[in-house]
């Protein structure tokens, strides 16, 4: 199993940009699938998850600003990042929780990280 991330690059304060996330490989189902970020100096945060059924959770800095989204027939999850602030400045990894079988047990999946960068 892989996660791809894309959409990671260059914005500017008050903005928007795209993540978008796939997973491949083989896929008996997804749980739950997020994003989190890590800045410079800084412990890896959740920014918003969001379940196979489609409940989100957003980190207070990202509420109202970001959107989780997902769609379960491509395995993809995606964040639309708007308003985006400096401080938004990080590397992105998507996360998912992933059951290979009906016999194996979930295991936490992560991509590999895109990088974020928000001018002033």
């Known amino acids: 199993v892989q996660l791809q991330a894309s959409g990671g690059g260059l914005g500017q304060a008050g903005g928007s940009l795209k993540l978008s996330c796939v997973a491949s490989?083989?896929?008996?189902?997804?749980?739950?699938m997020a994003w989190y970020r890590q800045a410079p100096d800084k412990q890896r945060e959740l920014v918003a998850s969001i379940t196979n059924s489609g409940i989100t959770t957003y980190a207070d800095s990202a509420k109202g600003r970001f959107t989780i989204s997902r769609d379960n027939a491509k395995n993809t999850v995606s964040l639309q990042m708007s308003s985006l602030k400096p401080e938004d400045t990080a590397v992105y990894y998507c996360n998912a929780i992933i059951r290979q079988s009906s016999r194996t047990s979930p295991y936490n999946y992560w991509g590999q990280g895109t990088l974020v960068t928000v001018s002033s």
């Open positions: 490989g083989s896929i008996f189902s997804i749980n739950t």
